[in-house]
């Protein structure tokens, strides 16, 4: 239950040297530094620096190499394989990054094909929308020009409401049955039509069509519609063979993509440097920072600096009452990777301990007694075994998949301890029960594991009172609880089996709800107050009840897994031969696939979730602050910065 001491580091050197220290502090890896804007530093004539406030030419490198590295990635023929392991380069190499390749040579390039991709995709989308509005028209086999040519007949292209169609025909009919219309394509509610009448009636068959909504033609007919739409796609071919050429540039652009990862994951941590510096204090002649260290660290940060830097003045203090340094855990490497359990919910404070230790043993217990199922934890060990082996993982990542692989152990012994293996396909005899024939054995199993679990809660709780110095607290508020609780439980348990102890554990109880009543409120100033308080905080053991029942989820999930197996190996019994053998082994990985990943998810959340409501609820507060150092953070290579 280790959470690392702090020190807090003051450092004072140079101007001239503060970009050096700076880069030996992110090499190190070691220190978070403190924004001293939100500190109380009052020092004559220092200030804060200013570059900041302006965007430096970094950020604006930083900006063109994360487009170009977008870019390329977007437009790779080959995808980086998850089993690819990253490129390990010393600290000078990377410090060398920035003017050895061609980068910026190579994001103007792609700033050039990204321009005229997008170009030529405008104006095919334009293209696209023409050819629509065209294709309605196609019908109309005479152009604007050849209609001009015409000296005493006029005529009117455009469209009229569906509804109103047969009622024009009619009047134009009874006004001159000479006139020409012609319906040349119906869309959703409109109909496009084409009338042609003697100079004569253009007046009168233009009031007509008025009447009726008529909407003239917007588009420009130059030529035949169908022939305009036969040009159009000529064009948008053309553009087709364009695009493809700027892809194949870009293509052969990607052959650079290397280089420009490994000047992205460069430039990212020189402007981590860069925005670090407007946490610092200036005066007319050095500069001042202040950080956070472990003490684990601090005689490597003092090597550093006063090896290095001989003008450099630094001192290490122990936090004061009125600091919130960072939380760091340390654990054993069988604990280690359940931090990330506990600071997926919070980490603790610095005032409190560190509760993975008491989580780590629970958790994969928990999950084994809900996934059951041997070969499922065969698949757990295979698989979490050998993404650890052949992936490059980040850090909590990483730590989830050493979790599953821990987890995989009693996941075996539970599916031996109920006969589970592939939901029945091997028959396999239950070490202890098997849960679909007596689910109340593994329903008070899965009980009493909560009654432990909640009462090892309460423990911890103890546990801090006690190393707090308040001994009357943990008396008053643990054990108290203690003796209710374990009186209940003693009552329940005697009065089920004829055992003897009923009376006592009853007096037991009793002492214990008496002593809940009396203390809970003592916080209050008036004795009605103090007397509410205690009724209330005894009126909490109904809390502790519902509590103990949400441990009953050990045997709904373990069932619903099993049954779900079980239901795919019995669809395939049920399939006839010789059908049974060919749909059959598609049937079991599938079913059982869907089966791992639904059950091994719900398992993982539901024994987080029995974590931090039922277990953290008892004594667990939260709220630490993670530590985050000035540290060389990479995604495409890693930094050797030990040579």
């Known amino acids: 239950m280790a959470i690392v001491k702090m020190k807090k580091l003051t450092l ?23 924004d001293l804007k939100d500190e ?59 003017g050895k390749n061609n980068w ?38 005479v152009s604007e020009k050849e209609l001009s040519a015409l000296k005493k007949v006029s005529y009117f292209i455009g469209t009229i409401q569906k509804k109103y ?8 009919s009874e006004l001159d049955d000479k006139i020409y219309m012609e319906k040349i394509a119906e869309k959703q509610q409109d109909v496009s039509i084409f009338i ?51 892809n194949s540039n870009a293509l052969e652009l990607c052959k650079s993509i290397k280089d420009v990862e490994k000047t992205y994951d460069y430039l990212s941590n020189k402007l981590e440097v860069e925005n670090s510096i407007s946490s610092l204090i200036k005066t007319q002649k050095t500069f001042i920072l202040n950080g956070w260290v472990t003490v684990d660290n601090e005689e490597k940060i003092k090597n550093i600096i006063e090896g290095n ?11 004061t009452e009125d600091d919130n340094p960072p939380v760091v855990l340390k654990n054993n490497a069988f604990v280690e990777p359940f931090e990330a359990i506990t600071s997926m919910y919070a980490l603790p404070l610095q005032t409190e301990i560190d509760p993975t230790p008491v989580v780590a043993p629970f958790y994969i217990l928990f999950f084994g007694m809900m996934m059951a199922d041997i070969g499922y934890g065969i698949l757990l060990a295979v698989i979490g075994i050998f993404m650890l082996k052949k992936m490059d993982l980040k850090d909590d990542i990483r730590k989830i998949i050493k979790i599953l692989v821990y987890c ?47 009462d090892t809660g309460l423990g911890v709780k103890a546990y801090e009172l006690i190393k707090s110095r308040k001994y009357l607290d943990a008396l008053m508020d ?10 209940l439980v003693w009552m329940f348990i005697a009065k089920q089996n004829n055992l003897p102890g009923f009376h006592g554990a009853s007096i037991f109880a009793i002492v214990g709800a008496i002593a809940i009543v009396l203390t809970a409120g003592r916080s209050s100033k008036s004795i009605g107050g103090k007397l509410v308080g205690g009724l209330y905080s005894l009126y909490g053991v109904t809390g502790y009840l519902g509590d103990t029942l949400s441990y009953s989820r050990l045997l709904a999930l373990g069932l619903s897994s099993g049954l779900i197996g079980w239901a795919f190996n019995l669809l395939i019994d049920l399939i006839p031969a010789p059908g049974k053998y060919i749909a059959g082994p598609f049937i079991f990985v599938i079913g059982h696939t869907f089966n791992f990943l639904i059950g091994g998810l719900g398992t993982f959340v539901h024994s987080c979730r029995l974590i931090y409501l039922e277990f953290f609820g008892k004594f667990y507060e939260g709220g630490g602050k993670v530590f985050t150092p000035l540290k060389i953070n990479t995604k495409f290579v890693k930094v050797n910065t030990e040579g």
Not at 108 to 133: C, M, P, V
Not at 479 to 486: K, N, T
Request: charged content about 30%.
């Open 309 to 319: 830097f001989k003008d450099a003045y630094l001192i290490f203090e122990g936090p």
């Open 478 to 487: 643990v054990g108290s609880w203690y003796a209710l609780l374990g009186g």
């Open 196 to 246: 042609l009448c003697h100079n004569d009636r253009k007046n009168d068959v233009s009031e007509i069509l008025k009447k009726y909504g008529y909407m003239k033609l917007n588009l420009e007919i130059h030529d035949k519609p169908r022939d305009i739409v036969e040009e159009l796609n000529s064009e948008i071919i053309k553009i087709d063979k364009e695009i493809e050429e700027l």
């Open 408 to 454: 995989s152990i009693p996941t075996m012994i539970f599916g031996w301890l109920y006969g589970g293996f592939f939901g029945g396909i091997i028959p396999v005899k239950p070490l202890w029960v098997n849960p679909v024939d007596d689910p109340m054995a593994v329903l008070m199993a899965s009980l009493a594991i909560g009654v432990i679990h909640l």
């Open 40 to 98: 109380d530093v009052n020092i004559e004539g220092a200030s804060f620096y200013e570059e900041g406030k302006a965007v430096s030419q970094t950020q604006i490198d930083y900006n063109h190499v994360k487009f170009t590295y977008d870019f390329l990635k977007s437009k790779a023929a080959e995808k980086e394989s998850l089993f690819s392991k990253r490129e390990i380069i010393s600290k000078k190499d990377f410090d060398s990054l920035e």
């Open 104 to 141: 910026n040579e190579v994001y103007l390039k792609a700033k050039d094909i990204e321009d005229l991709l997008n170009n030529k995709k405008n104006e095919k989308s334009k293209l696209a929308t023409q050819i629509e509005q065209y294709s309605q028209w196609t019908n109309l086999d």
């Open 12 to 34: 004072a050197a140079p101007q001239g040297e503060r970009d050096k220290i700076l880069d030996a502090i992110q090499t190190s890896g070691c220190v978070e530094i403190v």
């Open 165 to 172: 169609e047969t009622k024009l025909i009619d009047e134009l």
